[in-house]
């Protein structure tokens, strides 16, 4: 079965520690996008990617950083600069010539 | 940049029909996406309504005003199921997606 595959489900960090999450699809997508969500709220883009070796910022990159290194994989660090890295992680990853986004399950990070 | 208001709850009974609305402000507009996502889960998508067409999935259908920047999702036959969090999405340059705060669908008996 094709998908997309997010690990760890639950995550938990002290703070000042950077933390890196998987994100993994075998669903041939050239696009990956990271979002993050906040409880009661929609999804803001952090970063995307539309190729291999090649990401742009979106609207909340500080404290983020994404590599590309392979068309499956796009991992997400989340550096110990960002200053409220509690939140509910979203990948997804988009068919080329459509808009439609396909999502992982998702991890929960906790900063303690 | 771009903003997008949809209401914050909405309630109907099992069976019924209802409406989900979306008013959006952007520029360089493409299409407008639907997503449902139960607590604590992932985000599927239903709709999409744009420049290059439209795609709908099972009971759920949208509609499209790009001279009014509104739309709506409708959903039919509802169920104790489709009760969950509904996102609008507005897709602009580059197919990135700018979302709704989300509409919390409550579905009674």
């Known amino acids: 079965d094709g998908g997309i595959t997010q690990s760890p489900k639950y995550l938990f960090r002290k703070e000042g520690q950077n933390v890196t999450l998987s994100c993994e699809q075998n669903?041939?997508?050239?696009?990956m996008y990271w979002y993050r969500q906040d409880p009661g709220q929609g999804l803001r883009l952090i970063y995307y990617?539309?190729?291999?070796?090649?990401?742009q910022k979106g609207d909340i990159a500080e404290g983020y950083s994404v590599s590309r290194e392979k068309k499956e994989s796009f991992p997400l660090t989340v550096t110990s600069a960002q200053k409220n890295p509690t939140a509910f992680y979203l990948c997804?990853?988009?068919?080329?010539?459509?808009?439609?986004?396909?999502f992982g399950p998702g991890t929960r990070l906790t900063v303690l | 940049g771009q903003s997008l208001e949809q209401p914050s709850e909405v309630t109907a009974v099992e069976g019924a029909i209802v409406q989900i609305n979306c008013t959006y402000q952007?520029?360089?507009?493409?299409?407008l996406s639907w997503y449902q996502q139960h607590d604590g889960g992932a985000p599927t998508f239903l709709s999409y309504?744009?420049?290059?067409g439209l795609e709908e999935t099972g009971r759920f259908s949208s509609f499209l005003s790009r001279s009014d920047s509104y739309g709506y999702l409708l959903l039919q036959e509802l169920q104790m199921k489709d009760s969950a969090s509904y996102f609008c999405?507005?897709?602009?340059?580059?197919?990135?997606?700018?979302f709704g705060k989300g509409t919390m669908l409550l579905v009674s008996p």
């Open positions: 997804a990853s988009r068919r080329t010539a459509t808009d439609t986004q396909y």
């Open positions: 669903l041939n997508h050239d696009a």
């Open positions: 990617s539309q190729i291999v070796n090649d990401f």
């Open positions: 952007t520029s360089g507009f493409y299409g």
């Open positions: 309504n744009g420049l290059d």
């Open positions: 999405a507005v897709t602009s340059g580059y197919s990135t997606l700018t």
